[in-house]
């Protein structure tokens, strides 16, 4: 293992790149264990120790401006005022499109502990001292979660279709529509819901993702990719069924 000085390797080491530098603890009688969840930023496995761990990564593998991630990548080594050494492996490490990287812990409930409290004043000055971030990702509303599981089971690229059913899609939803009706518009629900699900979780297609995603949820068009379709069919009122 190689140490060097954060300021050195914060510009010259590509974490997303390493693995772990410290396994996930395997507890018995623990009904959740470490696992890999597949990332359609990247194409490759990422390894996670939680359920907790696994939704952040999901959250993260869906953010356009993410291009890397990893588990465990490094530790964070340092002094107390009263001169012991202390550590921290944060558990993910995710790299952005403009260079920055972020450092994060993903607890299941809020930090009530004195020495995680301690560690992240620590771990947030490390971070802006290099323009990168450290944050304790709290777990996403429910609904949310939810939401983002079922779309993350199309996030493969075999799920996309041919770009014929691509540009199809996209007239279909070039207005906001419910989604069982623009799917219907296009062909056979059984072979273009997949390719629905795919584009709503690679942002080719946006909804509400705050509310439960159902055959009338409104889906439109959304090719840059951006919040604002979101926003904007949250002021769509009415029942799509009544127009």
């Known amino acids: 293992m190689t140490q060097l000085p954060w300021d050195q390797s914060a510009a010259s080491v590509r974490f997303e790149d390493l693995g772990p530098v410290s396994a996930f603890p395997v507890v018995p009688g623990r009904r959740w264990g470490p696992g890999w969840w597949w990332s359609a930023t990247t194409g490759r496995h990422v390894v996670h120790g939680s359920t907790a761990m696994r939704t952040q990564l999901m959250v993260l593998d869906r953010d ?5 991630l990893s588990a465990r990548p490094v530790r964070l080594l340092w002094r107390d005022p009263d001169g012991r050494v202390r550590s ?4 993910l ?4 499109a403009d260079g920055t990287g972020l450092l994060a812990d993903c607890p299941s409930s809020p930090a009530k502990r004195d020495r ?17 971030s450290y944050r304790r990702l709290e777990p996403p509303p429910a609904v949310l979660a939810a939401n983002l599981r079922w779309l993350a089971g199309y996030r493969h690229p075999r799920y996309q279709g041919p770009p014929r059913l691509r540009a199809a899609l996209a ?11 623009g799917a219907a518009s296009v062909g056979d629900p059984l072979q273009v819901l997949p ?27 959304d090719a840059e990719r951006g919040e604002g379709v979101e926003r904007r069919l949250s002021n769509v009122g009415g029942d799509p069924e009544r127009g």
């Open 64 to 68: 356009p401006d993410v291009t890397g």
């Open 88 to 91: 921290w492996v944060p558990q």
């Open 93 to 96: 490490f995710a790299r952005y």
């Open 116 to 132: 995680a409290q301690r560690v992240r004043m620590v771990l947030e000055a490390a971070c802006a001292r290099v323009g990168w």
């Open 171 to 181: 007239d279909a939803f070039a207005a906001p529509r419910p989604l069982a009706d």
């Open 195 to 221: 390719a629905v699900y795919h584009a709503l979780w690679s942002g080719r297609l946006a909804t509400r993702l705050d509310e439960p995603l159902h055959e009338r949820a409104l889906i439109c068009a």
